[in-house]
């Protein structure tokens, strides 16, 4: 990442968190003390709810032709960061509500000799299943009607980038609260590498992270890599 990688003065400086949890955050880890109540949970649950809400409409306000730029160069340093693909299964994702758009990173990996990877939700609360994909090979709308393979075998990938709504310092993913990735990359036979993306502007303190979420070894914008 550039020079000013870790710095924090592009992060929200109205950023907030209910009092109430204060005394129960670990000061190194930002987790919360595993005998917290369940009102401690809940704030926590309700904390995620709002900051999700806040990230997304921040991430939606993106003008579209700046949102392209800002893909462009993340799918730049995607190619700077992973190198020669050839023979990796690159687990990838369709664009949702203003996500960065990789599509052309995407179609481009078959030339480069990788094959590429697309989530699929099979079952509420289980992991997903990634499925080959090629451009020009069918989709029909899945959850949230984000587009899946008709076909393709189920795989492994070696490789998941993984979109995100927002991220910390420590490199912890906020997703969509669905959970998925993180059930997902807890059941593969074999930890693959794992390249959450986004756009630096949603980056926050900490995500507060909980046993049960998986952090990213490393997180790519516009500006670069955030690494562990």
């Not at 649950?45 to 800002?70: Q, S």
Request: proline share 9%; with cysteine; hydrophobic share 40%.
């Amino acid at each position: 990442m550039p020079e000013d990688a870790n710095d924090n003065e592009d992060l929200p400086q109205d950023y907030s968190s209910p009092p109430c949890m204060m005394h129960l955050v670990d000061p190194v880890s930002g987790r919360i003390d595993s005998d917290g109540d369940l009102r401690q949970q809940q704030d926590l649950k309700r904390w995620r709810t709002a900051e999700r809400t806040r990230l997304i409409t921040l991430r939606l306000a993106i003008p579209v032709d700046e949102r392209r730029r800002l893909s462009q160069k993340i799918a730049r340093a995607l190619d700077r960061i992973l190198g020669d693909l050839s023979g990796k299964i690159v687990g990838v994702y369709l664009p949702f509500r203003g996500e960065p758009d990789l599509r052309s990173w995407i179609e481009g990996l078959a030339v480069r000799g990788a094959i590429a990877a697309l989530p699929v939700v099979v079952a509420p609360r289980s992991p997903l299943v990634f499925r080959a994909w090629r451009r020009g090979e069918p989709l029909h709308p899945g959850v949230w009607n984000i587009p899946v393979p008709v076909g393709g075998a189920t795989v492994t990938p070696d490789i998941v980038i993984s979109p995100v709504v927002g991220y910390d310092e420590a490199c912890y993913r906020l997703g969509h609260g669905g959970g998925f990735y993180d059930r997902t990359l807890a059941a593969l036979p074999q930890r693959p590498r794992i390249l959450g993306v986004g756009y630096r502007r949603l980056a926050v303190r900490t995500i507060y992270p909980q046993n049960y979420d998986v952090p990213m070894d490393m997180i790519v914008t516009e500006s670069g890599a955030l690494t562990q």
